[in-house]
Every structure is written in C-alpha cells, then in structure tokens.
C-alpha cells in the first residue's frame, strides 16, 4: 500500500486512557485498577509529547447505565488544545450532544450500537459525521469468519454476535459512521502487533478514516500496521503509559519509514 | 522569527452563537490566551465587540438558515472590528456553496465552496492533521507561522483558491486553509484544536496587528 500521492495528512497517534471517576486507571477486567493519574495531567503530558489526538473512554459508565461524566469533560476540553474523542455510555443523542457541548470532538459507539444501529444515524444527522466513531469489537470465530462482540467491557457478559465484522463495518458506514476503530480482540493486550491480516479486509470496504485498535508492543508495530493495513490511525493504551513507547520516538521513527506524521517538536512554532 | 503577540488588554470577543458544538472549546481557546470570549448572538453585543468570531461545525444550509434566523446576516455585514471565521463559519463568508444542493453564503468574500472531489483512497471528510503552505507570510494572522506546520482539519467541503487565499492545504485539491482580506479572515482548520499552531494564529486574531495593513 502506497500513501495517497494527492494528500500529506499525517497518520494519527492516538493514546487511549480508561477513566474511573475522573482519574486515568489501569486494569483488566474491572477488577485490581490502578490509579494512574489525575485525567488532565495525563492529557497535558501526552499532549506535549506529541499525540495527535486522545480517546477517554468512562469505563464504569455503560455498567453503571449513565452517561459520561461531563465534569472531566469540561475539564479536559478547558485544558487540551487537540481533538479528543469520548467512549463509554454514548447510548442517545442526548448524552452525545452533553458531551459535544462540553468540548469534545467526537464520541464513540461500541455495544449501543449494535443494540440499536439507528443510533448512528440519528447522531450523525444531528451533529455531522465527523462526530460519530464506531468502535467495532471483532474476534475470528472457529470457522474462520471474523465476527462482532458487544458487551466487551465485562468478560463475563460479552456475547458473540451472528453479523460478520465485514457486514457491520459496511452497515454503520452507511448509517452515517464517520471513522471506524476496529479493536481487534485476538490481539489485544498480546503485545505481539496489529492484527495486519483483519486491518487490511476491514480496509478494503471501510472507505471512512480507520483506526488500528489492539496489540500495539513496540515501535515496529506501528510501521507496520501503516505500512501494511493502511489505516488512518493507531490507537495504544498500555505502551504508551508505561513509557515502553516514548511517542517522540515512535513519530522520528515513523517519519524515517516515510510514513507521513506530526512531529510537532520539527515544526517551530513561534509562540 | 516574529516577535511574540499579546492579545488586545481588555479586548472583548464575541462569539457567535451559531450552534455548533465546537463553541465551547473555542471559547476555551480564547480563554487559554488570556481573553475573554462571550458566546452571543445580540447584535448589539457582536457589533460593539473589538473581536468577532463565527465558528461553526455542521452544514451550510443549516448554518446560514440560523444567523438569518437570529438576523444575524446584516450585523455580520455592519461589523467593523476583525471577524474570523472558523471551518464551516469561514465557507460561510464566501459566495456560494455546492452543499446542501447549493446555497447562498454571506458573500464577503469572493469564491465558492465545492466538495472535496472523490479520489480513490482519499478519505473524506478530510480528518487530521494535514499541511500549510502559506502564500502570503506577510498577513498578520500568519505571523510566526511557516509552511510545513500542521494544524487539525475536519470538513468535507472547501473553498476554492482565490485572492482572499492567505494559505492552502492539499487533500485531493489544494484549497484555502487560511483566508483574510483586512476585515474577515477564516481558518478552514480548527485553530482551538491545533495546539500551538492554532493558538499563535487565535493570538494574532487577537492581536493589535490584526487591523495593520501589511
């Protein structure tokens, strides 16, 4: 896959921070968190370090059946000055347009989605494409088909869906989704790379921007899924808050592999 | 290298309350400088404010049936101090756009609005950070500013290159990402999420250099 010779936007960085209560956690299946900092400090540090955007996903929010804290997003959105997307408890166009008004760019969708496709739709028409992510849990099933999960915050309620990721990804860009992140379940949290093979299908139908979720280990991994699935971002939680990939880093790397990306650290501004 | 701008002391910008939901996050844009923005759509507020800024996320259409609605139109026309529009609000300021099946826009400045152009493999809207290149370095609201920065972009329209064009970016077509001719300028990107990129250029929106001729 080449870049698109017709267009230098960079590929996009996009750390992820699970958020309990107003404060960035770290755990495995809602048990044993660790309290990682406060969410506006973390903002503030992955944003001087060069990310291109953030994703605060309210984790207790969806299990707890409410919408996302708007207080941290008021506060984020004070702070930040890059795009930030929210996830978790998005189930109307209510909660979506609370979070919107309080400054954020863009929430996300994952299992209300499926519950009630028309969802996208009706977030689209309200407040533009550019403000609906769908967030797409997939897992290849033992006959060989990549399939949906919802439900995937909690272990013991995920649940196998019958549509294939295929037919999804295309159905909810026809209603309305305006960039896809596609978590890739089997290698999540393996730390043994993108999963190229699932990236690159998904691609092939997904003609709105698409982000690498899962399996981010090291620095090759990100080359490798732009280099190789040509998705528009990647998206880490765990290597880029234990300091394993300094985002510095990851970018020079990447501007070496040709790889078009913000090095903001190149760029001078005068302030 | 420039020097540094300051925000007028006391400067008072309006915000005006298109109903879009980026509002807040330019305001806090403004805040982050130093000034205060009022979010108002009283005309008598927007004409006697020292700045105006017309933000804007969602469609054309939409978009210019609200200011008509608040009768914004004409105040937006008598306004003297600098106005800035942002993303959608800067499409607003042209002629004509292609959106929506084709609607009039405010006409301040010359040149019409038409949708990015369907390439394969070209992802539309265009979302993220993508390139300037300034064509007139001597505008005040580019100052300290040079090709090559990126700031953050989300449309699926653009506005066509013209005289008002201070500088461009390239997503399938090269439109303008900056424009300005004395008294309204745009960004086509969104300055209060470009980090420090759009923070000079909101800086020096604000700054007394903005009204100078260069």
């Not at chain 1, 702070?79 to 209510?94: H, K, M, Q, R, Y």
């Not at chain 1, 159905?171 to 990236?199: F, P, T």
């Not at chain 1, 880490?236 to 990939?245: D, I, K, L, Q, W």
């Not at chain 2, 950070?129 to 580019?142: E, G, K």
Request: charged fraction near 25%.
């Amino acid at each position: 896959m080449t870049a698109n010779p017709t267009s230098r936007l960079a590929k996009r960085i996009i750390p992820c921070l699970d958020v309990q209560d107003g404060r960035v956690v770290k755990g495995t299946q809602f048990r044993n968190h660790v309290d990682m900092g406060d969410i506006v400090d973390l903002a503030t540090r992955y944003r001087a370090e060069g990310a291109d955007e953030l994703v605060f996903y309210d984790i207790t929010a969806s299990p707890d059946g409410r919408g996302p804290d708007i207080e941290w997003v008021r506060r984020v959105a004070r702070t930040l000055d890059i795009p930030f997307c929210v996830a978790g408890g998005i189930t109307s166009g209510e909660t979506a347009r609370e979070v919107l008004h309080a400054g954020a760019d863009k929430v996300s969708v994952n299992t209300p989605a499926t519950q009630r496709p028309e969802l996208v739709t009706e977030l689209a028409e309200a407040f533009g494409v550019q403000c609906v992510v769908v967030g797409v849990d997939s897992l290849r099933d033992p006959d060989g088909i990549w399939r949906i999960r919802q439900f995937t915050g909690r272990p013991d309620a995920t649940k196998a869906l019958e549509v294939t990721t295929l037919d999804w990804v295309q159905r909810v860009q026809d209603l309305g989704a305006g960039e896809i992140v596609l978590n890739c379940m089997g290698s999540d949290g393996v730390r043994a790379g993108y999963d190229l093979e699932q990236l690159s299908a998904v691609r092939e139908i997904c003609r709105v921007p698409l982000v690498a979720s899962g399996g981010a280990g090291e620095i090759e991994h990100f080359v490798d899924v732009f280099r190789e699935a040509d998705v528009d971002a990647a998206l880490a939680a765990s290597v880029f808050h234990s300091g394993h990939v300094p985002i510095g880093q990851l970018k020079d790397r990447l501007a070496e592999a040709g790889i078009e990306v913000r090095r903001p650290d190149h760029e001078g501004v005068t302030k | 290298m420039s020097t540094p701008q300051r925000p007028e002391p006391g400067a008072r910008v309006a915000l005006v309350d298109s109903g879009g939901t980026n509002i807040a996050s330019v305001a806090h844009a403004i805040e982050r400088l130093g000034s205060h923005a009022s979010l108002t759509a009283d005309p008598d507020e927007i004409l006697s404010a020292d700045r105006v800024i017309l933000p804007g996320v969602g469609a054309a259409a939409a978009g210019m049936a609200r200011l008509r609605e608040l009768g914004l139109v004409e105040v937006l026309r008598e306004v003297t101090a600098p106005v800035l529009g942002v993303c959608l609000g800067m499409q607003l300021l042209f002629e004509h756009s292609e959106e929506d099946g084709g609607v009039d826009l405010l006409g301040f400045l010359p040149g019409r609005v038409r949708r990015i152009p369907a390439v394969p493999g070209l992802r539309v809207p265009h979302m993220g950070w993508n390139i300037l290149d300034l064509h007139r370095t001597q505008a005040p609201l580019l100052a300290g500013l040079s090709s090559g920065q990126r700031a953050y972009f989300v449309h699926s329209y653009v506005a066509e290159l013209g005289e008002a064009t201070l500088a461009t970016t390239t997503h399938g077509v090269e439109f303008s990402a900056v424009v300005g001719d004395g008294r309204v300028w745009g960004a086509q990107f969104h300055p209060e999420k470009s980090a420090d990129v759009g923070a000079r250029l909101l800086a020096n929106f604000l700054s007394p250099s903005i009204q100078e001729t260069p």
